[in-house]
């Protein structure tokens, strides 16, 4: 069964620094991955998504994420972490015709 | 302006009583799903429908009952037999289901309650 895991619950940076949400999958077949950030209260706006196009994927805000095939990886990176960045973000992965399996979400924490 | 409209943003539900959660989409988008969240839990699939009159049971299908009248509508209810209702619903909708890569667009949610 496919699935994913986010490590790290919660993830605390400070502002200016560097941005790396963990994301790992397992996948009997090439998957298709995404990265959504949830604001407090709101719905899931995407950043970006894998699609075997290239490995390396640039997102919106700043975001982008490389997809490992050897390591079952699709890590999130933001070089310089802004304030307004302080949000859930879930990797979720899709390849059974369109469902997606979400992982337990990584809360980001951004300090002044 | 194009998206997915939820409505209300907040429910509360009293014991043993059936409510109603709105989702519409004006994207045109053939397939619409509804998630539960719950905290650290992600989101975890309800019911999906690729077409109208048609509609699949997702993960958690158990106390939940959905319809698909209308291209643009797709209203969950939840029923007295769902035990534990509190929770953050999401509605999404995509161009299509059965094709990988497709999007997913979400609404803003509705927030459940229990009294």
């Known amino acids: 069964a496919q699935s994913v895991t986010q490590l790290g619950s919660h993830v605390s940076v400070s502002e200016g620094a560097l941005v790396l949400l963990r994301c790992n999958y397992s996948?009997?077949?090439?998957?298709?991955l995404f990265w959504y950030v949830q604001y407090p209260n709101q719905g899931l706006q995407l950043l970006l998504k894998?699609?075997?196009?290239?490995?390396l994927v640039k997102g919106i805000n700043g975001f982008e994420a490389e997809f490992k095939k050897s390591e079952t990886s699709f890590h999130l990176t933001k070089p310089s972490a802004h304030m307004s960045d302080a949000a859930e973000y879930f990797c979720a992965v899709d390849n059974q015709g369109g469902k997606l399996i979400f992982g337990q979400g990584t809360e980001l924490s951004v300090k002044p | 302006d194009g998206g997915i409209t939820q409505s209300p943003k907040y429910l509360f539900r009293k014991e043993g009583q059936n409510v109603t959660l709105s989702c519409e989409q004006n994207?045109?988008?053939?397939?619409m799903y509804w998630y539960r969240q719950d905290p650290g839990q992600g989101l975890r699939l309800i019911y999906y429908s690729q077409i109208v009159n048609d509609f699949q049971k997702g993960d958690i299908a158990e106390g939940y009952s959905v319809s698909r009248e209308k291209k643009e509508s797709f209203p969950l209810t939840v029923t007295s037999a769902q035990k534990n209702p509190t929770a953050f619903y999401l509605c999404?909708?995509?161009?299509?289901?059965?094709?990988?890569?497709?999007?997913?667009?979400f609404g803003p949610g509705t927030r459940l309650l229990v009294l």
């Open positions: 996948s009997s077949v090439p998957p298709y």
């Open positions: 999404a909708s995509s161009i299509s289901r059965g094709s990988t890569q497709e999007t997913q667009y």
């Open positions: 894998y699609t075997s196009a290239a490995t």
């Open positions: 994207l045109n988008h053939d397939a």
